[in-house]
């Protein structure tokens, strides 16, 4: 597999604490994605991160890139309770572009 | 604002029967694609077609067949489905050689019994 794990991975914070998420993964790609999933709907980008950035903000959101351990990470700084949602991470391993192959995803859940 | 659109958002069958999804985007874009997302949330490619030719086939059962009869449709038939075909299936859309972002519908989840 291009990840190295295959499990949904739940987390649940407190409103206002920080929260990091993580990815490995296998084959060499070009860029890293960052998508969100709320219930009953589909996937949405919240950031990209491309080989040649180790850092990428956006508001709250902050990713990090290091092809070196070929792992990425996406926190997110004082998590709201609409934060909650299954994030996953993706690459495209033939960097044409034409797929995305997506981690396992973390499960996270923002309560009061 | 949504501009996958899925149909339908949900469908219950009985194992052997045949099921069709249908997906339509009005982004403009030239490359669609079909996930499966099984219970655990895991997305895996299935589908994609650019312009109207399949790029992408990845190891699904043959009774699976993708159908494209313009780039901003791409619909997907189930021959005689199974019990593990039960899970939500995905449309996405984006630009060839353009932005990386990939557009997804809101799903149609599938049950089978």
């Known amino acids: 597999s291009q990840w190295g794990e295959e499990n949904l991975q739940a987390l649940s914070i407190q409103e206002g604490e920080d929260v990091t998420m993580n990815c490995s993964y296998k084959?060499?790609?070009?860029?890293v994605h960052w998508y969100r999933q709320d219930s009953g709907r589909g996937p949405a980008l919240i950031i990209l991160?491309?080989?040649?950035?180790r850092e990428k903000r956006s508001g709250r959101l902050r990713a990090t890139l290091d092809t070196s351990s070929q792992s990425s990470s996406l926190s997110i700084t004082a998590a709201q309770c609409e934060d909650t949602a299954v994030y996953f991470c993706?690459?495209?391993?033939?960097?044409?572009?034409?797929?995305?192959?997506f981690g396992q995803g973390t499960s996270l859940s923002v309560v009061p | 604002e949504t501009a996958v659109f899925q149909t339908p958002n949900y469908h219950v069958t009985q194992v052997g029967n045949e099921v069709s999804f249908n997906c339509k985007q009005t982004?403009?874009?030239?490359?669609m694609y079909w996930y499966k997302q099984d219970s655990k949330k895991l997305l895996k490619i299935m589908f994609s077609?650019?312009?109207?030719?399949?790029?992408v086939n990845e190891t699904v059962p043959r009774r699976f067949s993708p159908q494209s009869s313009d780039k901003a449709h791409l619909n997907l038939r189930i021959k005689s489905v199974e019990p593990e075909d039960s899970a939500v299936y995905l449309c996405?859309?984006?630009?060839?050689?353009?932005?990386?972002?990939?557009?997804f519908g809101p799903g149609t989840r599938l049950t089978v019994l």
């Open positions: 991160i491309r080989s040649n950035e």
């Open positions: 077609y650019n312009n109207k030719q399949l790029i």
């Open positions: 996405a859309s984006r630009n060839w050689g353009g932005a990386y972002e990939q557009y």
């Open positions: 084959t060499y790609t070009t860029v």
């Open positions: 993706a690459t495209d391993p033939s960097s044409s572009f034409s797929k995305l192959v």
């Open positions: 982004l403009g874009h030239d490359t």
